[in-house]
């Protein structure tokens, strides 16, 4: 395990200043599994204001409540904390109170799964009090002393483990995972902002399905539409899992995105509402993109998310089941409303819903193909799918007499009639149209006319 330049200088700080200083938690985790840590945290027996004397000017009180120090270094900012006891949490989230102590493995006693609770030292040794070591080469993940304990000072510990097991690829030891379960409801307790966090970490896993299968009654805490998908059956030729089976399997079926995970894991959320059994005995699920839009913005709402990424989801949910047909032009409206990123997202969301149909279904991944070959060559030869690219600006609508709101629309029909194919993009070409209509009293001399017409 390499421990870096500036949090080794770090430690030899505070081990100069007489003190004990360790690596402790998810960065000696991840350094021991081989992966780069993405922060380092250093835990120290300095009491809060030795830190801060230590360090001088690169010191900053960032929680001192807690004995956190955040040190300024080259290599980007240390959090140092005293060892310290937790008091009795309260409300699932936070203790009551801290006391200092100068035991290292009282500190990393009150930590939340054996595999985050080991330290190292500049020395090289690693202390390892619980088996967290034995546990990572295992694959495990185990609760540090009472399962029950750990959930019930802090329910957002329940998410964290099955984040780890989601990206990891760890399976929960059984007396931890009874306890997640049995625990659950004390995610009720938790700010809507920090499930959220947790979550989106654990979605982009590649062993997020896995977890999503074993652990449905914990999720539906705080996304309650989520069970109700768990064992409905489709009733459909088309289908040969459940709709909590087909969506795990459409999820498993796309990159580790965030937007595409979020999509798969809500296109189908909407089934149960929608569902109707024939005369014949077949299922159906008519408008259920519509309502699965309905809901996932509902429950991305709940989670507080972020208005972009939010709307982003609920329109890939919206047009999941709509055909777009394999045509330049079906795919430059496409491009028109989508744009390109969110198009391409589309053709993936697409094939892994297709991936989770029965296999005789499946042969739609050729028509994907295709629809992707037209968007490639689309792309490469610059085809005009939005105003932006529109050889015709609205200064030249203005040259010729238009204003006002009859530009934006004169402006939209012209696009339209460039991605239909029934003119070229080219600046002359449109004026001339413009022009033409309007002596004529063609369908564009509306809109010239209402140039004519003040707004009031």
């Given at each position: ?7 080794r200088?770090v ?41 801060l004397a230590?360090f ?10 807690h004995?956190t120090?955040?040190?300024?270094t080259?290599?980007?900012p240390v ?18 109170f801290?006391?200092?102590?100068s035991?290292?493995?009282?500190d990393l006693?009150r930590?939340d ?17 619980f088996g ?6 295992r ?15 802090d ?20 007396k931890?995972?009874e306890?997640?379960?049995?625990n659950?409801?004390?995610l009720?307790?938790?700010a ?12 982009p896993?590649?062993?997020a399905a ?8 914990v999720?539906g805490v705080?996304w309650?539409?989520?069970?109700a998908m768990?064992?409905?059956?489709q ?26 995970r ?25 408008g ?14 709940r989670?507080?998310?972020g ?11 919206e047009?999941?089941?709509?055909d777009?047909p394999?045509?330049d ?12 990123e ?21 042969d739609r991944?050729?028509?994907?193909d295709k629809a992707e070959?037209?968007l490639n060559?689309l792309l ?5 799918f939005s ?8 200064g030249?609508l203005?040259?010729l007499?238009?204003?006002g ?11 339209g ?19 033409k209509t309007?002596?004529a ?5 509306g809109?010239?006319?209402?140039a004519k017409?003040?707004?009031i």
């Amino acid at each position: 395990m390499e421990i870096p330049t500036y949090v080794r200088s770090v430690l030899q700080v505070l081990e100069s200043a007489g003190g004990e200083a360790w690596c402790v938690g998810g960065c000696v985790r991840d350094a021991l599994l081989g992966r780069k840590p993405g922060d380092w945290d250093v835990a120290t027996s300095a009491l809060p204001e030795e830190t801060l004397a230590a360090f001088g000017s690169r010191a900053l009180p960032t929680g001192l409540r807690h004995g956190t120090i955040t040190v300024k270094t080259e290599g980007g900012p240390v959090e140092v904390t005293t060892y310290r006891i937790d008091g009795d949490y309260r409300d699932h989230r936070r203790p009551g109170f801290v006391a200092f102590t100068s035991s290292l493995d009282q500190d990393l006693a009150r930590r939340d799964f054996t595999v985050n609770a080991m330290a190292r030292n500049l020395q090289g040794q690693l202390r390892d009090p619980f088996g967290g070591q034995a546990d990572l080469q295992r694959g495990i993940l185990r609760c540090v002393g009472d399962p029950d304990r750990r959930f019930q000072e802090d329910a957002l510990r329940i998410l964290r483990g099955l984040r780890f097991a989601a990206v990891l690829g760890f399976s929960l030891e059984p007396k931890s995972a009874e306890a997640i379960r049995r625990n659950r409801e004390g995610l009720r307790d938790i700010a809507p902002e920090r499930i959220q966090t947790e979550f989106f970490k654990l979605l982009p896993g590649n062993h997020a399905a896995e977890v999503l299968r074993g652990y449905p009654e914990v999720f539906g805490v705080f996304w309650p539409e989520l069970p109700a998908m768990v064992g409905f059956d489709q009733r459909n030729r088309h289908h040969c899992y459940d709709v909590w089976e087909h969506t795990l399997h459409a999820l498993a079926a796309v990159p580790g995105d965030l937007v595409l995970r979020c999509t798969m894991l809500l296109h189908d959320v909407g089934k149960p509402d929608s569902f109707t059994l024939d005369p014949a005995g077949v299922g159906h699920f008519y408008g259920h993109p519509a309502v699965s839009r309905r809901l996932a913005d509902e429950m991305l709402r709940r989670l507080k998310c972020g208005t972009d990424f939010r709307e982003t989801v609920v329109r890939l949910v919206e047009w999941h089941d709509r055909d777009i047909p394999r045509t330049d032009k079906s795919i430059r409206r496409a491009l028109r409303i989508l744009g390109e990123e969110d198009l391409r997202r589309l053709i993936l969301v697409k094939r892994a819903d297709n991936l989770g149909q029965a296999p005789a279904y499946r042969d739609r991944q050729k028509e994907l193909d295709k629809a992707e070959e037209i968007l490639n060559r689309l792309l490469a030869e610059d085809a005009c799918f939005s105003l932006k690219q529109l050889a015709v600006k609205g200064g030249d609508l203005l040259a010729l007499g238009l204003s006002g709101p009859a530009v934006g629309a004169a402006l939209e029909e012209l696009l339209g009639k460039v991605m239909d194919g029934a003119l070229p993009n080219e600046r002359a070409v449109l004026l001339e149209h413009l022009k033409k209509t309007r002596t004529a009293g063609g369908e564009d001399s509306g809109l010239l006319e209402k140039a004519k017409t003040p707004i009031i």
